[in-house]
C-alpha cells in the first residue's frame, strides 16, 4: 500500500519529531531524598539531547496525593514540593531549550483529585450545589440510594461511583470517577470546567512548554443521562468507542477551541521559532477511523498510536498495524505518533519474549519504529533496554493492586528509578540509601546503567543513539510509505528515505541482502550478507546518493 501524505509546512517541528518521556520521580534525584525531581532532571537533561532526541515530556510534577502516580491533581498549576518549585520547573524549561528540546508538559482534564478545593468545596456545599455541578454526582439508585446510578466500571477495577456521607453523617450523593475514587470526574458540560483548563494551558504557555500531552482524552464527555453501558463494558477495547463514557461527540469542537488557543497565544519573550505548540491526544480508542479525528486539520496534531504498542512481534499483525495506521492518519494529514512503550506499559524486553530472546526483539522493534515515517515517543528506560522490574508487594503503589485484590501487580515494574552507574543499587539515581528511593531497584543492573553501555558498541543505548542520528540524517520521504515483503508476512522492507532502507525479519528463514546494499545499522549481527531473524538492518543501496 502506498499512501501519500499532504506537505508538510517547514514550521511542524513535531511531525517527525522523537519526544522522551519523563516520569520524574524516578528519573533522577538532585537532591538525595530518594525521590527523583525536576533538579535531577534537569542536570541529565545532556544526556537526551546527547543522545539524540527532539523533546521531552515531563509526566505530572503537580501536587497531587498520589493515589495514581500524580495522575490525582490537587493543583493543576502548581510543583509538587518533593519535586521542587516554580523556579526549578522554570530552569529546566530555560536549560532543555538551551540544548534545543522542547518541553511537553501533561494536562489531566477529566478529573481532579479528591484534595482538590473544588471537590472540597462540592462535599460541603451539598447536593445540587454549584460546587457540585463542576462534578458529576447523582443519587443512587434503589429504594433508599443505596446502588450506583449506573453500571459504570473503573478502568481500574469495581464501580465507577463512589457514595459519601452528607454533612448530616447520612449516606447521600454517588459521585463518578471512570479510575480511581481518588480521581473524580469532571463535567464538561458545566462551563466553569473548559474556563478553567483554558487557565490551566495559558500558564503553562507563559512558562515557556511546547506543547501539551492529554491524558485520557477520550473520556472527557460522558453521553447524556448517563445511560447503562450493559455487559462485558471493559472485554473488547477494539468496540470501546461505543461505551457512552468514552469519544463523545463533543470532544472535537472542545479540542478545536484548544487548539485555537495554542495557536493564537502568544510566545514567551525571547523564545526560540518555531514557536507552535503541539498536543497530543492519549485517547484509548481502537477503531482507526474514529481515532483519526482527534488529529484532523484545526484539531491535535499527535495521537499515541497504541495499536502499534499492544501489536505482539509477529510480521503480519506488525505490517497489518502499519499499513492501517498510515492509512487513517494520511486520511486526515497527520502524522503517525509511534510508540513502544510508556509508564502504564510492560516494557518491551519482557513484552516480547523477556530474556535474551525479549532483548533482541526489543532491539529489532526500536529499529523498526525509529525507521518509520512520523514521530516517536521513547520512555525512559527504553534507550537502555531495561526489563520489567519486580516490586515486593509491600512496595507497589499502583492502585490497580488493591482495587483488583491483589490480583494485578500494576504499572510500577515500569517505573522503578533509572540506573545511572555503579554496581548495586540505587545505580547513580540518587545519594540515598537504596531502601528509601521511590520504588527498589533490582540487584542485577549493574550492566545496564548508562555509564556501562555508554561506551559499550553493542549496547542498547549506543544502538538507539546512533538510530536517532541517523534518523535526523534521513528525513523521511514525502512520496508516501510503501511496504514491500512476502505476502505472509515473514518479513518486510521500506525506504524511509532515497538513502535508508528499513528491513525487518520476523521469520525463522534467513533474509538475504541485496550484493548493493550497504549496511548502516543493525539490530542484531548478521550472519555474512543474511538477516537473520528477530532482527532490523538499515541500508542504503548503491545507486541512492551517499
Not at 495522575?71 to 524549561?93: K, R
Not at 450506583?148 to 473503573?154: E, F, G, K, V
Not at 506543547?211 to 473488547?236: I, M, S, Y
Request: a negative charge.
Amino acid at each position: 500500500m502506498t499512501v501519500t501524505p499532504a506537505p508538510v509546512p517547514p514550521s511542524c517541528w513535531w511531525r517527525e519529531a522523537v519526544c522522551y518521556e519523563i516520569h520524574p520521580r524516578a528519573f533522577a534525584d538532585g537532591n538525595a531524598d530518594g525521590v527523583g525531581d525536576l533538579p535531577g532532571a534537569t542536570a541529565r537533561l545532556e544526556h537526551l539531547a546527547g543522545l539524540g532526541v527532539d523533546a521531552v515530556w515531563i509526566t505530572p510534577f503537580y501536587p497531587s496525593p498520589l493515589a495514581d502516580g500524580g495522575y490525582d491533581i490537587a493543583d493543576h498549576t502548581g510543583v509538587a514540593a518533593d519535586l521542587g518549585t516554580a523556579a526549578d520547573f522554570a530552569a529546566l524549561v530555560t536549560k532543555a531549550h538551551a540544548l534545543g528540546l522542547k518541553v511537553l508538559v501533561d494536562v489531566v482534564p477529566n478529573h481532579t483529585s479528591h484534595r482538590h478545593p473544588w471537590f472540597r468545596a462540592a462535599l460541603a456545599a451539598g447536593p445540587r450545589s454549584a460546587a457540585r455541578e463542576r462534578y458529576l454526582f447523582r443519587d443512587g439508585r434503589g429504594e433508599k440510594g443505596e446502588l450506583p446510578p449506573n453500571d459504570w466500571q473503573s478502568a481500574f477495577g469495581g464501580p465507577a461511583w463512589t457514595r459519601i456521607d452528607e454533612a448530616d453523617g447520612l449516606p447521600g450523593q454517588w459521585y463518578l470517577h471512570l479510575h480511581a475514587p481518588e480521581q473524580p470526574d469532571l463535567n464538561w458540560r458545566n462551563t466553569e470546567v473548559p474556563a478553567e483548563f483554558e487557565r490551566i494551558l495559558r500558564h503553562w504557555l507563559d512558562q515557556g512548554v511546547d506543547g501539551f500531552r492529554v491524558d485520557v482524552a477520550h473520556t472527557l464527555f460522558k453521553a447524556e443521562g448517563l445511560p447503562d453501558a450493559g455487559p462485558g463494558q471493559h472485554q473488547d477495547v477494539h468496540r470501546n468507542h461505543l461505551m457512552p463514557y468514552y469519544d463523545q461527540d463533543e470532544l472535537h469542537p472542545q479540542f478545536r477551541r484548544w487548539r485555537a488557543l495554542l495557536d493564537n497565544h502568544p510566545a514567551p519573550a525571547g523564545a526560540v521559532p518555531p514557536h507552535e505548540r503541539v498536543m497530543v491526544a492519549e485517547a484509548g480508542v481502537f477503531d482507526r477511523e474514529r481515532l483519526a479525528r482527534y488529529v484532523a486539520p484545526g484539531e491535535m496534531q499527535q495521537i499515541f498510536n497504541f495499536a502499534f504498542l499492544e501489536s505482539p512481534w509477529d510480521g503480519p499483525a506488525m505490517r497489518d498495524v502499519i499499513d492501517r495506521s498510515v492509512q487513517a492518519m494520511s486520511a486526515v494529514g497527520a502524522p503517525v505518533t509511534w510508540v513502544l512503550s510508556s509508564h502504564d506499559a510492560v516494557r518491551p524486553v519482557t513484552r516480547y519474549g523477556g530474556g535474551p530472546l525479549g532483548e533482541r526483539r526489543a532491539r529489532a522493534a526500536a529499529l523498526l519504529m525509529l525507521a518509520l515515517p512520523g514521530a516517536a515517543y521513547v520512555y525512559q528506560g527504553e534507550e537502555l533496554g531495561l526489563p520489567q522490574a519486580h516490586v515486593p508487594d509491600d512496595r507497589i503503589r499502583d492502585p490497580l493492586w488493591e482495587r483488583s485484590g491483589h490480583r494485578v501487580r500494576g504499572r510500577d515494574g515500569s517505573r522503578v528509578p533509572l540506573p545511572w552507574a555503579g554496581g548495586v543499587p540505587p545505580y547513580g539515581f540518587s545519594d540515598a540509601d537504596p531502601d528509601s528511593c521511590w520504588l527498589p531497584q533490582p540487584p542485577g543492573w549493574a550492566a545496564l546503567t548508562v555509564a556501562a553501555q555508554r561506551d559499550d558498541a553493542s549496547s542498547m543505548f549506543t544502538l538507539y543513539r546512533a538510530a536517532l542520528h541517523l534518523r535526523r540524517a534521513h528525513p523521511p520521504m514525502r512520496t508516501g510509505l510503501h511496504l514491500q515483503g512476502p505476502a505472509s508476512g515473514e518479513w518486510f522492507a521500506f525506504d524511509r528515505s532515497a538513502g535508508l532502507r528499513c528491513l525487518v525479519n520476523f521469520g525463522a528463514r534467513p533474509v538475504r541482502l541485496d550484493d548493493r546494499a550497504r549496511v548502516l545499522l543493525s539490530s542484531a549481527p548478521l550472519d555474512g550478507r543474511d538477516v537473520p531473524q528477530d532482527t532490523t538492518v538499515w541500508i542504503v543501496l548503491e545507486e541512492y546518493p551517499q
